[in-house]
């Protein structure tokens, strides 16, 4: 069983930067693939960007790419993601989830996705 948490959320303006962080415990670090959604309120959970276990191949929402960058440390079981250029539309809890690496379905949806976090809140004003 893996525990994922969340940290580093919080309110920036427009045009800003922030950094969100995922610690994952209970399992193998290696072992799993990595993501990040992010549910807006009123909207449904989306895709944010994913990461191999090996770092070697990394995913992005059109929304999103140019602007974050989501990277893995395997030593400290901790996968981040940095968000720069951040828009009022960026504003959303964001969740980190882990599959294992050799599970089936796209790294887009929620259903590849076994453990997921608790979330964390990131609003940006305008």
């Known amino acids: 069983q893996v525990q994922l948490v969340e940290s580093g959320g919080g309110l920036v303006q427009a045009g800003g930067s922030l950094s969100v962080s995922c610690a994952a415990s209970?399992?193998?670090?290696?072992?799993?693939?990595m993501g990040w959604f992010r549910q807006a309120p009123g909207k449904e959970r989306e895709f944010v960007a994913a990461?191999?276990?090996?770092?070697?191949?990394?995913y992005y929402a059109d929304s999103v790419k140019g602007r974050f960058t989501i990277s893995r440390d395997n030593a400290k079981n901790t996968v981040y993601l940095q968000m720069n250029s951040l828009a009022p539309q960026d504003t959303a809890v964001y969740y980190c989830?882990?599959?294992?690496?050799?599970?089936?379905?796209?790294?887009?949806?929620?259903?590849?996705?076994?453990?997921w976090g608790q979330g964390t809140q990131v609003t940006v004003s305008s």
């Open positions: 989830a882990a599959t294992a690496r050799f599970a089936s379905g796209s790294y887009f949806l929620e259903t590849r996705y076994t453990y």
């Open positions: 209970g399992g193998t670090f290696s072992n799993y693939d």
């Open positions: 990461i191999r276990w090996n770092s070697g191949t990394t």
